[in-house]
Nanobody
Framework: QVQLVESGGGLVQAGGSLRLSCAASGKIRSISAMRWYRQAPGNQRELVAAIISGGSTNYADSVKGRFTISRDNAKNTVYLQMNSLKPEDTAVYYC???????????????WGQGTQVTVSS
């Protein structure tokens, strides 16, 4: 059974930093893209950052220059380093991956359970 498990969320003051981690576990054949999304109360889920297996990245305009996505392919783990946090970054952050499980014949979308990030002013 494949699952994504996030960690690293919490409460931080504006201007502070947090590092989120998301580890994929189970019988995995391959992982292509890995992404971080976030959803604030009353808002739609939005893409924050993405990274493909080769290392290319892209970011939402609202986080460029403040957030950095990276991955450790050997550990099937993706990270999100968040610096200069603002109150508007407050949301539940979700990990997402295009993952090919051993028991499957294709890549499928997998989601983590989410981790809360709260930035106080």
């Amino acid at each position: 059974q494949v699952q994504l498990v996030e960690s690293g969320g919490g409460l931080v003051q504006a201007g502070g930093s947090l590092r989120l981690s998301c580890a994929a576990s189970g019988k995995i054949r391959s992982i292509s893209a890995m992404r971080w999304y976030r959803q604030a109360p009353g808002n739609q889920r939005e893409l924050v950052a993405a990274i493909i297996s080769g290392g290319s990245t892209n970011y939402a305009d609202s986080v460029k220059g403040r957030f950095t996505i990276s991955r450790d392919n050997a550990k099937n783990t993706v990270y999100l380093q968040m610096n200069s946090l603002k109150p508007e970054d407050t949301a539940v952050y979700y990990c997402n991956a295009d993952l090919w499980a051993v028991t499957s014949t294709r890549y499928d979308y997998y989601w983590g359970q989410g981790t809360q990030v709260t930035v106080s002013s």
